[in-house]
């Protein structure tokens, strides 16, 4: 009996051993993948929020037209720069939501 355990038990244990990484790796896929997501999304929302914030300041600074979305660029660059570097959006993607805030600040 002996013999026979101390035969079958080690590709056992390297059996279960391989199991359990396996289940670590995915689960460790699976946390990355989620908690990605809420920190994109709150970067997003940072990003968003601050281009809003811009906005409002540049009109109550007495801006207008242009002038209120550069102001706006240049505010969340300085508010939100993490947010800004994780999600790299291109100066025409910033132009275009800082136009859509000023839009909806007007509107």
Do not use: Y
């Not at 207008?64 to 025409?92: F, K, M, N, W």
């Not at 132009?95 to 007007?106: G, P």
Request: charged content about 15%; aromatic content about 0%; cysteine-free.
């Amino acid at each position: 009996m002996n013999l026979i355990l101390s035969a079958v038990l080690p590709p056992l244990l390297d059996i279960a051993g391989i199991a359990v990484a396996a289940a670590l790796i995915r689960v460790s896929l699976i946390a990355k993948q989620r908690w990605g997501i809420e920190i994109e999304a709150r970067h997003r929302e940072a990003l968003h929020s601050a281009l809003m914030s811009g906005v409002r300041a540049a009109l109550a600074g007495g801006l207008t037209g242009q002038a209120v979305v550069d102001a706006a660029i240049q505010h969340a660059a300085r508010s939100v720069p993490d947010a800004i570097g994780r999600l790299g959006p291109t100066a025409a993607v910033l132009t275009s939501i800082a136009e859509a805030k000023l839009r909806e600040a007007v509107g």
